[in-house]
């Protein structure tokens, strides 16, 4: 098989991994609509019951109801999950779990999950029930405390839950990291490793916290398989991020969708609640009701968040592109990352617009020809 052949063949395998991915990604939602919608109308009043009777007290019985309903959520979307996270990548030689490092980290994600929702959840019934006329209005002030909360400590309380970080400790690397950083006002010490190996053969990078937790982590995998002019690229699109405070930016937006989604939603769980049998809005078994209100216009607003957040990482990208001033290197971090993580180069443009919060490889490697030209053009 020629170079050409191969090439031919791996950007096949990966349109034929994007394709399942994109149809899990329909299931999935379906299949958490179903649950939702099933819930509202047949089985809520029942977990009610059942939490009523168990537990005394209106919070208690919140919480009763809400670990109820997580369980019977996880257990019904297992199977799903199961395929795409483990079977799936299994089949495409993109994981390296086990089937018990797989189980272990799906308990650990989804009671890391529950732990942080149940405050969350049983706050939201204390404002509605406390406060109906402009409870969203608070509970919108809860959401963006709380993701300013996480964000900052997610690279320094969460990440190590899941994978180990150590500060990069490659002297080679570092001397060629250390401009880029120093010109954008980051201590190189806030660069970090993880171990993504354990789990994937794919590669990443990210930047991540606020303030004093604000680090670029780059993963091992990228680390390995790419040269120090590919990684000073990945380096300094991270650093974008921070030079543009794109990490406020995005925090910003989402604020935004949450506020605008939660008046939505405390005029049609008002609406609908006497409706549909509930005795008031913060009845218990409203959850379901509420959440279904809140995905579907999570559902809405997604692509404009998408579109957003391309726009944010092209920016980046520009950004990597004029301060390493390698087009070379950064058409072959694009390359490498598309090869490796078998990403569909060159999606439709329907794909891209409902699934893609980065650019599509085609554009970003097209992005990256027209600055080479534009720097030649500029020299001349």
């Known amino acids: 098989m020629t170079r050409t052949e191969d090439k031919t063949a791996l950007e096949k395998k990966a349109k034929e991994y994007a394709k399942k991915q994109y149809l899990l990604t329909v299931l999935n939602l379906l299949l958490s609509t179903a649950f939702l919608v099933f819930v509202t109308l047949y089985l809520t009043f029942p977990l009610r019951a059942f939490a009523q009777g168990i537990a005394e007290g209106y919070y208690l019985q919140l919480g009763v109801y809400f670990l109820c309903f997580c369980l019977t959520f996880f257990l019904i979307s297992l199977p799903l999950d199961f395929y795409s996270g483990y079977i799936l990548e299994h089949n495409y030689e993109l994981s390296n779990q086990t089937v018990w490092a797989w189980i272990r980290r799906e308990l650990k994600g989804n009671g890391l999950g529950f732990a942080i929702t149940l405050p969350i959840v049983e706050a939201m019934y204390f404002l509605i029930k406390g406060y109906p006329e402009y409870w969203w209005v608070l509970a919108g002030i809860l959401f963006t405390l709380v993701s300013v909360v996480m964000a900052r400590i997610a690279p320094v309380l969460i990440l190590p839950l899941f994978y180990k970080s150590t500060p990069l400790e490659d002297e080679g690397l570092r001397k060629a990291l250390t401009p880029l950083a120093e010109e954008a006002g980051v201590k190189l010490e806030g660069v970090y490793k993880i171990n993504l190996s354990k789990d994937t053969k794919k590669a990443n990078a990210m930047l991540a916290g606020l303030g004093g937790s604000r680090r670029v982590i780059l993963g091992d995998t990228l680390l390995e398989k790419f040269t120090t002019d590919e990684i000073a690229s990945v380096f300094a699109h991270e650093l974008g991020h921070h030079v543009y405070r794109h990490i406020w ?106 699934f893609y919060d980065h650019p599509t490889i085609a554009k970003r490697i097209e992005m990256a020809h027209q600055w080479s030209v534009r720097a030649v053009n500029k020299d001349f």
């Open 249 to 354: 930016k995005f925090l910003g937006m989402a604020s935004l969708v949450g506020f605008t989604g939660l008046f939505i939603a405390s005029i049609l769980l008002e609406r609908f609640s006497i409706r549909l049998g509930f005795e008031f809005t913060h009845d218990i078994a409203t959850l379901p009701l509420l959440l279904l209100i809140m995905g579907a216009f999570a559902i809405v607003v997604l692509p404009l968040e998408n579109y957003y957040s391309r726009r944010l990482e092209a920016q980046c990208d520009l950004y990597a592109l004029d301060k390493t001033r390698s087009p070379a290197a950064f058409i072959g971090v694009m390359t490498k990352l598309a090869d490796n993580n078998l990403a569909d180069k060159d999606p439709s443009g329907i794909i891209e617009y409902i």
